[in-house]
């Protein structure tokens, strides 16, 4: 095992992500705890494995997809032996495009996003050559659940995230050296600040860190999309939650859980999944008079609503500038023990339906942690339950309203699409193209 992690903590005044704008960005005036990136990798039989933590909202695609060939070509590995996941915490800098900076921020100069992005870019490059570099450690490897119970379910449904999943690399002595740890809600606990900050994730690291010391922890994200932590929202609730998630994984830790080998076992693919669109110049009118009437009266009254309805009138009338699909990266890493130790990062803001069933499938969270946020997040990753007929009332996560069902709404606004996800019974339907694959690449 070997370790290294970066400060990417950006100037101040550059626009912070999480939460809609009325008329201008927010932006940072200092910072409340540093964003970090960390790099953990796990060398199996003298191949490198490697899982890059970065407290980012989301990562977007294009990034990504740029990033990747120059992570792949620093040493001799595939690319599915290489995973980025993002904590989502709020309060960390805009992204370049998803969500879309001028619908929900009503961001127009770009100049220091960009420069920040691509600047992050070659710090992430520096960060895993670094971690390759770095002096190995000797470890086994040991897995356990913790329970935290501070997540509800914002969407209404009956899934509620409780587990915690914890992986420890422990030294000869069994003093654990990392420890990567998981949970299933959304890093919102600060609320809306002025200042940079992981929330509680970052919380969680150094309670972690402090406890042990020469320990490296980082945390990966659950299905979190429909997942909440209880209220309120303020810096002494982000602190004592964090407090709460890193004493139960420290507490896990002090004592070896079920034992994890080799070899490890990576695959990375990938589903497209169509979106609702229409198909005849009617319904493409009727689509259009719906943005138009959402110019006057948005669904919920929301000003980036107001952006999103210019910005699809404007793509409908010039014919062109709408994606008819979205490709959501889905990886996996296994690891043999009894029973085998299954990791699924899957792409987008992935709800906790999907948590359930595949836990379902692969022996619970003793046998599998999955987690949204990885690779590239450009959307939520919803299952059938957030469209008709389980929720005929609009929803955020399902990219829908009332108003308009066909139309992009809720969360398909803020992230620039024309329309939502098929669903069932339709044809391509996201939710049996995501369980099909995944099933495949977890089997």
């Not at 009894?338 to 990062?345: A, C, D, N, Q, Y």
Request: net charge negative; aromatic share 10%; with cysteine.
């Amino acid at each position: 095992m070997s370790t290294a992690r970066i400060d990417i903590t950006p100037t101040v005044m550059t626009e912070m992500a999480g939460y809609g704008c009325v008329s201008t960005p927010r932006r940072a005036t200092g910072t409340y705890s540093p964003l970090h990136a960390t790099a953990v990798v796990l060398w199996d039989d003298g191949s490198p494995n490697v899982i890059i933590s970065m407290d980012v909202e989301g990562i977007p695609a294009a990034w990504h997809q740029a990033l990747r060939p120059r992570l792949v070509a620093l040493a001799s590995w595939a690319s599915s032996d290489i995973v980025l996941v993002g904590t989502h915490t709020h309060n960390a800098p805009m992204a370049p495009d998803a969500p879309d900076p001028y619908i929900l921020y009503n961001a127009t100069d770009m100049t220091a996003c960009n420069t920040h992005w691509a600047q992050l870019s070659d710090n992430i490059v520096a960060l895993v050559t670094a971690a390759l570099a770095a002096p190995r450690v000797t470890v086994t490897l040991d897995y356990q659940f913790a329970t935290q119970n501070w997540s509800f379910n914002r969407a209404g449904l009956s899934y509620t995230e409780t587990d915690v999943p914890v992986l420890t690399a422990r030294k000869p002595d069994g003093l654990p050296a990392v420890i990567l740890f998981s949970y299933g809600t959304h890093p919102v606990t600060a609320g809306q600040q002025t200042l940079w900050d992981g929330d509680f994730p970052s919380a969680a690291v150094a309670v972690i860190e402090a406890a042990i010391p020469g320990c490296v922890a980082a945390f990966l994200p659950g299905p979190a999309g429909d997942q909440d932590p209880v209220y309120p929202r303020s810096w002494a609730e982000r602190n004592r939650h964090g407090a709460s998630l890193g004493q139960a994984v420290v507490q896990k830790a002090s004592a070896a859980g079920r034992a994890i080998t080799g070899p490890l076992m990576t695959s990375l693919s990938s589903i497209t999944a169509p979106l609702m669109l229409p198909t005849t110049p009617a319904e493409w009118a009727t689509l259009r008079a719906s943005y138009v009437a959402r110019l006057t009266n948005p669904p919920h009254g929301d000003a980036w609503a107001v952006r999103h309805a210019q910005r699809m009138i404007a793509a409908i009338d010039a014919g062109s500038g709408w994606a008819t699909s979205i490709t959501l990266p889905t990886q996996v890493w296994k690891l043999s023990g009894s029973p085998t130790l299954r990791l699924g990062f899957v792409a987008g803001e992935l709800t906790s339906g999907y948590g359930v069933l595949f836990r379902n499938r692969f022996n619970g969270t003793n046998g599998l942690y999955i987690g949204g946020y990885a690779n590239e997040c450009v959307c939520y990753t919803v299952a059938d339950t957030f469209f008709p007929p389980y929720d005929t009332n609009g929803s955020y996560e399902g990219g829908w309203d009332t108003d308009a069902p066909n139309a992009g709404g809720g969360s398909m606004g803020i992230y620039g699409f024309m329309g939502h996800f098929r669903y069932y019974p339709q044809v391509g339907a996201l939710e049996g193209l995501l369980v099909a694959a995944l099933t495949a690449q977890l089997t």
